[in-house]
Each structure stands twice: as structure tokens, then as C-alpha cells.
């Protein structure tokens, strides 16, 4: 299957699809420092490149399967102001209807905070369905945390399946516990995992978002210690080498602060992808 990778990030659908399989076909990321690495770690030259959602034009797009979004989520967080779709960040969901209803691609794959549920005593995700209903899409929905799947630390975010009528139906959810995927770590983040299993180590991730990742401290030899962007990459899933690469390209630290506190959890979106495929395989025949 082919996706498209809307506020790409640093690609962390991009990488848990494409283990499974799946093919990108083209990206858009406003971030100057996200695209940078996000272009060079994936050799995306060629590919359809987008800086700005919206002003994307979805008939100059090219076919695709799925369209995988994390939008922005700053608008619905309990660390911000939650103003929802009064803030610029929030409405940019319609630009994820505007291009799904040229495209109409099969899947929606769509990711954020949990506090999209309760936000506006739960108006601002009727929303969101009652959008997608209008669209032609039957959504399932369901909240994960990424300590669930290995990974050592507490984020939850709620996970949007949209399957256009007619062609799948909503049955991915909800995620078993055989379809998760265990984190295997090595050298520093082994040392993490084994901590957090104990009790022993001190983290809550991103409750603030990225400017939290620069905060949070493990403990280390007896001794509290910042988190590295390195672990905090790990944390997220990505391999060792997409670090770096954003470091080979200069990147600064507080960059990939902010990189690493903005994706997704790779093992999260990977045992979605386990599980779609399974659908999409039920669906083709």
C-alpha cells in the first residue's frame, strides 16, 4: 500500500510503515529542521515534497492508500491553552479533510493528544467524527501508551482510523496484547528499560510537550541526569543512525529536542500497521 505522509516530522509513520511494507509517495513538513533530516535520512529526493499543508493543491497529488497525519496538537494539550480550533494549529485537521476529500484514499491514519477526546467537554471531537462521517469515512478510535509497547515512558495518545465507506470497515481496533511489539534496547537505553521496569527511574514524558524532553531526568548511577536527545530519540523508537544523521547535518540540540518530543512512537504505529495490513489484505479480497 501507498502512503502519504502529512506533517511528516521526522517520519515516525514513515518508518513504522515502511517496515511493514508500506511505500511513501510523498511528504509535507513546515519544520525547516524536521524536512532537512527527514529528506536526508530517507533519500526522499524525487518524491512529492510540501512545506506548508496549506497550500497544497490534492489533485497535484499523486495516488495513495493511506494518509497518515499527526496533526498538530498543541491546540488540544492539557499543557497549553487547549483552545482548540480557535488556534491556527487547531484548524489545520481540515486540511487533512480538504485533501481526503479529493483523494479519498482508503485509510485515514490519524494521531493525537489524548486530551482531543475531553477537549471543549468532548464538542471539539464530535467534530472531527461528524467531519469524517461527512466525508465518507467510518472512524474507530482508540488511546495507546507507548510503556504498553516496550518503549519506557508514559504517552498516551489517541490513534484515528478512518475507512471510507464502501471499501473497508472499522476493525482494527482494538490493539491486542500479542500485536504489540517489545522494545529491544542496547547499551544507554538498555540501562533505562531496566530502570523503568524497577520503578527506579523518574520520567513523564512530554506532559509539556517537546520543552518537557528537556527536562526530564533519569537516574543514573546513583545520580539524577538530564535526558540526551540521543535517548530521547530512543525513547521514541528511532534508530541510533537517524540521530546521527541530524547531528552530520548540524543540527542543533534543542532541535532535536523538540523533534524527538513531536513524532510519534515508531512501535506504536508499527503494530497499527501490523494490524491494518491484515484488514487491508480481508478488504482486497
Given at each position: 500500500?501507498?502512503?502519504?505522509?502529512?506533517?511528516?516530522?521526522?517520519?515516525?509513520?514513515?518508518i513504522?510503515?515502511?517496515?511493514?511494507g508500506?511505500?511513501?509517495?510523498?511528504?509535507?513538513?513546515?519544520?525547516?529542521?524536521?524536512?532537512?533530516?527527514?529528506?536526508a535520512?530517507?533519500?526522499?529526493?524525487?518524491?512529492?515534497?510540501?512545506?506548508?499543508?496549506?497550500?497544497?493543491?490534492?489533485?497535484?497529488?499523486?495516488?495513495?492508500?493511506?494518509?497518515?497525519?499527526?496533526?498538530?496538537?498543541?491546540?488540544?494539550?492539557?499543557?497549553?491553552?487547549?483552545?482548540?480550533?480557535?488556534?491556527?494549529?487547531?484548524?489545520?485537521?481540515?486540511?487533512?479533510?480538504?485533501?481526503?476529500?479529493?483523494?479519498?484514499?482508503?485509510?485515514?491514519?490519524?494521531?493525537?493528544?489524548?486530551?482531543?477526546?475531553?477537549?471543549?467537554?468532548?464538542?471539539?471531537?464530535?467534530?472531527?467524527?461528524?467531519?469524517?462521517?461527512?466525508?465518507?469515512?467510518?472512524?474507530?478510535?482508540?488511546?495507546?501508551?507507548?510503556?504498553?509497547?516496550?518503549?519506557?515512558?508514559?504517552?498516551?495518545?489517541?490513534?484515528?482510523?478512518?475507512?471510507?465507506?464502501g471499501?473497508?470497515?472499522?476493525?482494527?481496533?482494538?490493539?491486542?496484547?500479542?500485536?504489540?511489539?517489545?522494545?529491544?534496547?542496547?547499551?544507554?537505553?538498555e540501562?533505562?528499560?531496566?530502570?523503568?521496569?524497577?520503578?527506579?527511574?523518574?520520567i513523564?514524558?512530554?506532559?509539556?510537550?517537546?520543552?518537557?524532553?528537556?527536562?526530564?531526568?533519569?537516574?543514573?548511577?546513583?545520580?539524577?541526569?538530564?535526558?540526551?536527545?540521543?535517548?530521547?530519540?530512543?525513547?521514541?523508537?528511532?534508530?541510533?543512525?537517524?540521530?546521527?544523521?541530524?547531528?552530520?547535518?548540524?543540527?542543533?540540540?534543542?532541535?532535536?529536542?523538540?523533534?524527538?518530543?513531536?513524532?510519534?512512537?515508531?512501535?506504536?504505529?508499527?503494530?497499527?500497521?501490523?494490524?491494518?495490513?491484515?484488514?487491508?489484505?480481508?478488504?482486497?479480497?
Amino acid at each position: 500500500m501507498k502512503f502519504f505522509d502529512l506533517f511528516a516530522g521526522i517520519g515516525g509513520f514513515r518508518i513504522a510503515l515502511e517496515r511493514e511494507g508500506f511505500t511513501c509517495v510523498g511528504f509535507c513538513e513546515i519544520d525547516k529542521w524536521a524536512r532537512k533530516l527527514y529528506k536526508a535520512y530517507y533519500n526522499a529526493r524525487g518524491e512529492e515534497e510540501y512545506e506548508d499543508s496549506r497550500k497544497i493543491n490534492p489533485e497535484d497529488l499523486p495516488d495513495f492508500d493511506i494518509l497518515c497525519a499527526g496533526f498538530p496538537c498543541q491546540a488540544f494539550s492539557i499543557a497549553g491553552k487547549r483552545r482548540g480550533f480557535e488556534d491556527t494549529r487547531g484548524t489545520l485537521f481540515f486540511e487533512i479533510a480538504r485533501i481526503a476529500k479529493v483523494k479519498r484514499p482508503t485509510y485515514l491514519l490519524l494521531e493525537n493528544v489524548k486530551g482531543l477526546l475531553s477537549h471543549d467537554e468532548g464538542r471539539t471531537f464530535e467534530i472531527i467524527l461528524k467531519t469524517l462521517d461527512e466525508l465518507g469515512y467510518d472512524a474507530e478510535w482508540q488511546v495507546l501508551n507507548s510503556k504498553d509497547f516496550g518503549v519506557p515512558q508514559n504517552r498516551e495518545r489517541v490513534f484515528i482510523i478512518g475507512h471510507f465507506r464502501g471499501r473497508s470497515k472499522p476493525r482494527v481496533f482494538p490493539i491486542r496484547e500479542r500485536d504489540k511489539i517489545y522494545y529491544k534496547s542496547t547499551k544507554v537505553e538498555e540501562k533505562i528499560c531496566k530502570d523503568f521496569q524497577k520503578r527506579e527511574i523518574a520520567i513523564a514524558l512530554l506532559s509539556r510537550q517537546y520543552a518537557n524532553w528537556n527536562g526530564n531526568y533519569v537516574i543514573d548511577k546513583g545520580k539524577f541526569r538530564r535526558l540526551t536527545p540521543l535517548e530521547c530519540f530512543r525513547l521514541q523508537g528511532f534508530p541510533d543512525d537517524i540521530y546521527y544523521k541530524a547531528k552530520e547535518l548540524g543540527i542543533p540540540n534543542n532541535q532535536l529536542y523538540k523533534m524527538a518530543g513531536n513524532s510519534v512512537t515508531v512501535q506504536v504505529v508499527q503494530s497499527i500497521a501490523k494490524k491494518l495490513l491484515k484488514v487491508w489484505s480481508k478488504d482486497a479480497t
